[in-house]
């Protein structure tokens, strides 16, 4: 089957990935997957992978900007016609707008995916852009789609858990980039938790460093790694100042391969405050990292608590510290999660995403 996959961009964050390795995944299924996007970050792995980008100037938020309709909707068009393109599943607000005008011209079913919760948004009622069927890549972000916000209907709707690679992740990362990483940033010798996610403020990683403070009384040698980039650096550096605990936060940039830093880490701590999945939260338990994430929707799907992980209530740094303090006093308890989570993760894994996408296509493509 020919898929065109949308998307914004190809930068480091959970739809790039997503879009990505589910292309991957039909590629090996022997479907064959184009992506359009801005580009990014990505666009090397899929030239090394003969997966076919087309770029386009979609970097907007807006899905009524005149690029979007005067450049960007005619290329897509075409290119339809000339993969002779079968299904469409677009990734993105504006990617589905899109998608919807190009189904609508050309015929080509879309099929789109949703990545997080909504909310109250008029755009989203006036016109929704969900096509044929849309995807919830967990069962909280189903349950607000169907059941409290009415976007879609429930046969519209259908549950496919996202996932990763976990036979990468169950392979350990390079001995020597780990030590190099460790080095690199003054984590060697030294216990070290950390969190993986873009920094902005839905990412709650203000609520981990709140909670350092009390953890440095039993562990004075703590380190606390945030590895990625985005808006809330300054006022993370800031707060780690105002706190007096900036030898204790380190903030790297992000990693195209983040079993590097999870190798670095006794403990990945998950401090969201909204999340539709959580695809870092799957790396760090296939990699057997313990993990100790919020309540705040995706997670709840992934961590059987006290079993494959510890949950705690979002925006809650005493809770959170506690959570990180009980584990850290406890290697024991730590192994045994770790060895739990990596059992659990393995049914997150992109081949089973990739089948119960491709029986979403044939759906909408019958």
């Not at 990505?42 to 900007?65: D, K, M, V, W």
């Not at 562990?219 to 790694?225: E, G, H, Y």
């Not at 850290?328 to 045994?336: E, F, I, S, T, V």
């Amino acid at each position: 089957m020919r898929i065109l996959l949308l998307t914004t961009h190809l930068e480091m964050g959970g739809i790039p990935v997503y879009v990505v390795t589910l292309a991957r995944a039909l590629k090996r299924r022997g479907h064959l997957p184009t992506i359009a996007s801005s580009g990014g970050w990505f666009e090397g792995q899929l030239a090394e992978e003969g997966i076919p980008h087309h770029r386009i100037r979609c970097g907007t938020s807006n899905e009524l900007h005149p690029r979007v309709w005067l450049e960007v909707f005619p290329s897509l068009l075409a290119l339809l016609r000339c993969e002779k393109i079968q299904v469409i599943h677009a990734n993105t607000r504006v990617t589905q707008v899109l998608g919807s005008a190009l189904s609508a011209f050309s015929g080509v079913p879309m099929v789109t995916t949703c990545h997080g919760f909504h909310g109250e948004k008029i755009g989203r009622r006036i016109f929704p852009g969900w096509g044929k069927k849309v995807i919830a890549i967990s069962k909280p972000t189903l349950d607000e789609l169907v059941r409290q916000d009415r976007l879609t209907s429930p046969d519209q709707a259908t549950l496919v858990r996202n996932g990763i690679e976990v036979s990468r992740f169950l392979q350990s990362a390079d001995p020597k980039e780990v030590e190099r990483f460790r080095q690199a940033w003054g984590l060697k010798g030294r216990p070290v938790i950390g969190t993986i996610a873009r920094l902005n403020a839905m990412k709650g990683q203000e609520f981990l460093v709140r909670a350092v403070p009390d953890l440095l009384k039993e562990f004075p040698d703590l380190a606390v790694l945030l590895v990625g980039e985005g808006p809330e650096w300054e006022k993370l550096v800031r707060l780690a100042w105002e706190l007096k605990i900036q030898e204790h936060v380190v903030i790297a940039p992000s990693v195209e391969d983040t079993r590097i830093p999870l190798a670095a880490m006794e403990l990945f701590v998950y401090p969201s405050l909204q999340e539709g999945f959580g695809l870092a939260i799957v790396e760090a338990m296939a990699a057997g990292v313990p993990v100790v994430a919020t309540q705040s929707g995706g997670p709840s799907d992934i961590i059987e608590p006290g079993i494959s992980g510890l949950l705690v209530p979002p925006g809650d740094s005493a809770a959170l510290g506690a959570a990180v303090r009980s584990l850290l006093a406890d290697p024991a308890r730590r192994q045994r999660l770790a060895q739990a989570a990596r059992a659990r993760a393995k049914q997150f894994d992109i081949k089973r995403v990739a089948l119960e996408t491709e029986q979403v296509y044939e759906q909408v493509a019958a």
